[in-house]
């Protein structure tokens, strides 16, 4: 062993004019110990949501190129991931679905088929019984030929026609089994609809974690690689998805949400929103969730892979940065790694 770097050592520190009245913030950045002592958040199996691929078959597990090490699995293997994550400690799982195509057409009428790939899902994994939470999504966009989130007519994405439609898709989700109603289509309105539906259906603690200041971003690219609306998606999604420029927009965006009966609400992106999760976390003081998108997790891979960052320890500082930000969870495809090494830490 040799003896610890001792930075303050020494006479000089009289000569040094900058130091105001002996205060060295290095002092408790010396040790390991100090350093955990001093820490001001952490990061634990229980801030983390586990977004999960689905598709068609059995026995299939096939790679999401733009994703390194995340596959798309059929529902056994979905049920058996999510018998891993339970296993891991993980919370809750966030399923999503890659429709066959030959199912996606223009009102997106296969989110409305109780037999769809969600809802199979959801009952398979709700027959293992795991002490795990089912988180499903709520937009139209893996079902319809246009690959938008909501009915279309001419250019126009229809606002209350759609909000009819997810309503029904969220009460089959819930009817299957689904803890938690996670709507990400950026409608006005549906929050509050899906709830009032949910409580007259007997699904009144089935939870709403509201997508609810979602930006149209470019991060969201390996994603749509996963669940097939790279090909299908016509244009963009600006008419209502939120401009990456507004920050006062999300605290409304957020506020509404609430009122209608979120009882948790997302930030998405992640890490270029962190400004926009942590006004929202001292603003409503409510649970809190950012997802690190599949863009997020593609560029960390990705510069990993050449060896441009060390892709573990950015890995685990970006999470890190988002509880500092304020968020009470992640939604990240890094989780059951993150959650593995977690375990071996203690
Ligand atoms: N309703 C679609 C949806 N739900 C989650 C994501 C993105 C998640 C990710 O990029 O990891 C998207 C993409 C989109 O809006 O096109
Ligand atoms: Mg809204």
Redesign the pocket.
């Known amino acids: 062993m040799t003896a610890p770097h001792r930075p303050h050592a020494g006479g000089l520190a009289a000569d040094v004019g900058s130091i105001v009245g002996g205060r060295r913030l290095r002092r408790n950045r010396r040790t390991d110990w100090s350093r955990r002592l001093v820490r001001e958040v952490s990061l634990t199996v229980d801030d983390l949501i586990w977004?999960l691929f689905l598709t068609e078959g059995e026995g299939v597990a096939e790679d999401v190129p733009s994703m390194p090490g995340v596959q798309r699995f059929s529902v056994d293997g979905v049920v058996r991931q999510a018998e891993e994550a339970a296993k891991l400690g993980i919370p809750a799982v966030a399923l999503?679905p890659n429709t066959d195509p030959s199912l996606r057409d223009d009102t997106g009428s296969e989110a409305l088929n109780p037999d769809n790939l969600i809802c199979r899902a959801c009952r398979a994994i709700t027959r293992e019984g795991l002490p795990i939470g089912i988180i499903t999504?709520v937009?139209l966009?893996?079902y319809t030929s246009h690959g938008h989130?909501g009915l279309m007519q001419g250019e126009d994405i229809l606002n209350d026609e759609t909000v009819e439609q997810l309503v029904r898709q969220a009460l089959l989700q819930a009817d299957a089994g689904a803890d938690v109603i996670a709507p990400?289509?950026m409608m006005d309105g549906r929050i509050g609809a899906i709830r009032s539906a949910l409580d007259r259906s007997g699904h009144g603690d089935v939870q709403v974690m509201a997508?609810a200041a979602?930006y149209a971003s470019a991060?969201?690219?390996?994603?749509?690689d996963a669940?097939g609306?790279n090909t299908t998606?016509v244009g963009d999604?600006r008419t209502y998805?939120m401009d990456p420029a507004n920050s006062d927009e999300a605290l409304r965006e957020v506020e509404l949400d609430l009122e209608e009966g979120a009882d948790m609400v997302m930030i998405?992106?992640g890490m270029p929103y962190l400004d926009i999760i942590r006004r929202v976390k001292d603003t409503f003081l409510m649970p809190t969730y950012a997802?690190q998108?599949?863009?997020e997790?593609a560029m960390i891979c990705a510069a990993g892979q050449n060896g441009w960052i060390d892709r573990d320890r950015a890995m685990m500082e970006s999470l890190i940065a988002f509880k500092r930000a304020g968020t009470d969870g992640i939604l990240t495809?890094f989780a059951p790694e993150v959650a593995r090494r977690l375990a071996k830490a203690v």
Do not use: E, I, M, N
């Open positions: 977004p999503f999504d937009a966009d893996p989130d990400s289509d997508y979602k991060f969201y690219g390996p994603f749509r669940v609306t998606l999604k998805q998405k992106p997802y998108v599949s863009g997790y495809y």
